[in-house]
């Protein structure tokens, strides 16, 4: 499956942002989605995940409760939406699919990866 990540931009601290990736070739309905990210100088960390059927979600403790990730099989889209920003969520963000998954938060785990989109909170 080929995954293209959009949404990435400047926004001012307490801002908003809302990251789409877009899935195409394989059938995306059986696929866990999981959102990760690297900040400049750091380790790839989990961001966020939804479980094949979309039942469950995971969320990484410095994100809970600001972020929530969703999908639309309709539109073999998964986003992220990002609110009350903060300058250490920037980092580049990055898409991924783990066929017929949980959502795990392991980055071993996933299949497939979209190329990042980067996002920059400004203080």
């Given amino acids: 499956v080929q995954l293209q990540a959009s949404g990435g931009g ?5 801002g908003s942002l809302r ?5 195409s070739g394989r059938t995306f309905g059986n696929y866990a989605m999981g959102w990760f990210r690297r900040a400049p100088g750091k380790d790839r960390e989990f961001v966020a995940s939804i ?5 469950y979600t995971y969320y990484a403790d410095s994100v ?3 972020f ?3 999908r639309d099989n309709a539109k073999n889209t998964v986003y992220l939406q ?13 898409c991924a699919a783990q066929h017929y998954g949980m ?20 203080s």
């Fill in 10 to 14: 400047v926004v001012q601290a307490g």
């Fill in 19 to 23: 990251l789409s990736c877009a899935a």
């Fill in 51 to 55: 479980h094949w059927t979309g039942r």
């Fill in 64 to 66: 809970k409760g600001r």
């Fill in 68 to 70: 929530t990730i969703s």
């Fill in 82 to 94: 990002m609110n009350s920003l903060k300058p250490e969520d920037t980092a580049v963000y990055y």
């Fill in 103 to 122: 959502g795990s938060t392991r980055a071993s785990a996933y299949d497939y990866w979209g190329q990042g989109t980067l996002v920059t909170v400004s």
